[in-house]
């Protein structure tokens, strides 16, 4: 029994991924008879290859050993050094006051955005990857759109943090006339507004019109 593979180049770590089309096995552990060949063995699991991937030097891992051993093995490293060190800060001996253990450590705020930012970038190159991209430039990720948006709906919304489907959809509908009929010069054109529905729009007066006598 074996296990065949087309390989695809791809600079994601100097790796190169392979879309595997391969017949169903109970598991990666399973006794073969012939024994199976050592290339159909991953040398970090040392078991049966699953979405193998090819280095440019031709090993060949599974595709979940060498990211999570290579890729983002440094980013899990340093999720758990922020949590330790909150910990410590937490359980650090001694009769400090509550805002004094708060300065010991990041703003609940940063931890949460590192937390969230980590998993995020690996969860999304995880994707992208299993989807069939050769690679995938983290340094190009951008939620700023994204920001930006919710970033007006919580200034419309003002003091209701939880707004109905029917209030959202209100500032949306503001949101989308704001950014649609926006003004022509300035700071406040935004760098999404160079087509805009309204490209006539213009400032010039109008020409007074004359008082009728009476």
């Known amino acids: 029994m074996s296990a065949s593979s087309r390989t ?9 991924s392979s879309h ?9 552990n399973e006794y073969f008879d012939p024994p ?3 290339k159909h063995e991953c040398p970090i699991c040392q078991k049966r290859l699953r979405e193998p991937v090819q280095t440019s030097c031709g090993h060949r891992f599974c595709r979940r050993c ?7 093995a ?5 999720l758990h050094y922020l949590r330790t060190w909150k910990e410590n800060a937490v359980n650090r001996p001694g009769n400090f006051t509550q805002n004094a253990r708060n300065r010991m450590f990041l703003s609940w705020q940063t931890y949460e955005s590192f937390y969230i930012s980590v998993h995020s970038a690996v969860e999304e190159t995880k994707f992208l990857l299993q989807e069939g991209f050769e690679f995938a430039l983290t340094e190009r990720f951008c939620q700023d759109p994204l920001e930006e948006y919710f970033g007006g709906q919580w200034k419309l919304g003002r003091r209701s943090d939880n707004p109905d489907i029917k ?3 209100y500032n949306s509908n503001t949101l989308r006339m704001q950014r649609t009929v926006s003004c022509q010069d300035g700071d406040t054109r935004g760098r999404k507004d160079k087509t ?3 490209e006539q729009v213009t400032d010039v007066k109008l020409p007074r019109r004359k008082k009728l006598k009476m």
């Open 20 to 28: 595997q089309i391969q017949p169903r096995f109970k598991g990666s």
């Open 8 to 16: 695809v180049t791809s600079d994601e770590l100097g790796l190169s």
């Open 196 to 198: 805009r529905a309204w």
């Open 36 to 38: 199976l060949e050592g």
């Open 167 to 169: 209030a959202f959809g």
């Open 74 to 78: 440094w980013l899990m490293e340093f």
């Open 66 to 72: 060498i990211v999570s051993s290579i890729g983002f």
